[in-house]
DNA sequence: GTTACGACCTGCGAGC
DNA sequence: TGCTCGCAGGTCGTAA
């Protein structure tokens, strides 16, 4: 499942393979994936062709490529979907909803999605003058721990505002982004946190060794290629990341905590599964999930 | 305004 | 062998 390590490994695909390349056609073949382009197919393929990609840039789990005609590709993966930049002759994928031929007949661009979470559309890129480069339609979401202009004091702040737990709050992408239940589950086995805590009971130092256990369980990550279970996480140029490996809580139920050696329990949560150490992570006596 | 929860979607594995 | 069911989970809309 892409979260931020994936996605960022991804935007470095896209960075190197379509960058400064320039739209010759686009084909839609499952209308779903671009479900989110109200104006329609025809419409996405429309304000793509002609166009030059300029760049790829991530916020969170978002990915957009800026054209020069100051809209945006912008797309996200959901759960299983992918961005490729693979050779035209290449096999068709199952999965292959979007096709994006470029005007030099090299690689071309192709959104997989097994689960169609995810998808695609072009937006209105960020008003001219802005200092803030992310199109409006991805503003409601947070800056990214990696962000450099991300604040350390306001996400601590808003943290303890907050009246939930600690692992909902770090799942909220408007409070900080790019975080999901693989990567929340291990930044919490860092701090020693059960995901239960109540948010307001947080003290600030707490709160702000959290903020840098999810930093370094971000920052590794990226160095691992990111996490793939299976087929469904590829970089654009089909590869599985490495960081499944380093995993200390998630997905290993009843294995011993690598810290304490005590069984990792799996717990239920929002219709998903969290994984904890019942040692080093007590559930608190009035949890919050 | 904030929080919680169900729906969306499809492939896979377990159980019968 | 084939069928059913549960599970995986990010985002969005809706209800409380």
Redesign the pocket.
């Known amino acids: 499942?892409?979260?931020l390590p994936e996605v960022e490994v991804v935007r470095q695909g896209l960075q190197r393979g379509v960058a400064g390349r320039t739209v010759r056609s686009v084909r839609v073949t499952r209308d779903?994936a671009v479900r989110r382009h109200t104006a329609g197919a025809d419409d996405f393929t429309a304000r793509l062709i002609g166009r030059t990609v300029l760049s790829a840039e991530r916020r969170?789990?978002?990915l957009w490529l800026p054209l020069d005609s100051g809209d945006a590709l912008t797309g996200?993966l959901?759960?299983s979907g992918q961005l490729l930049v693979v050779p035209a002759d290449s096999p068709l994928q199952?999965?292959l909803h979007v096709r994006v031929v470029f005007g030099d007949g090299g690689r071309e661009l192709r959104f997989v999605d097994?689960?169609?979470?995810g998808g695609l559309q072009v937006v209105d890129g960020p008003a001219p003058g802005t200092t803030d480069r992310v199109p409006p339609v991805s503003a409601h979401i947070a800056r990214d721990p990696l962000d450099p202009l991300f604040d350390d004091d306001a996400f601590v702040d808003a943290l303890r505002?907050?009246?939930?737990?600690v692992k909902?709050a770090l799942?909220d992408?408007t409070l900080v982004s790019g975080i999901?239940?693989?990567y929340a589950d291990e930044t919490l086995w860092r701090a020693q946190l059960h995901g239960a805590r109540p948010t307001e009971l947080l003290t600030r130092p707490v709160a702000r060794r959290l903020l840098a256990d999810a930093r370094d369980v971000l920052g590794e990550a990226i160095q691992q290629g990111g996490t793939s279970f299976d087929a469904l996480y590829v970089s654009t140029e089909g590869v599985s990341g490495l960081f499944e490996r380093s995993l200390n809580a998630?997905g290993r139920e009843d294995q011993p905590c690598p810290r304490c050696g005590a069984p990792v329990r799996?717990e239920s949560f929002?219709?998903?599964?969290s994984f904890s150490c019942p040692r080093c992570q007590p559930r608190p006596r009035q949890g919050?999930?």
């Open positions: 499942m892409p979260e779903r969170g789990k978002y996200h959901g759960m199952k999965h097994q689960r169609t979470f505002r907050k009246r939930t737990g909902r799942l992408q999901g239940n693989i998630y799996r929002m219709n998903r599964s919050r999930w």
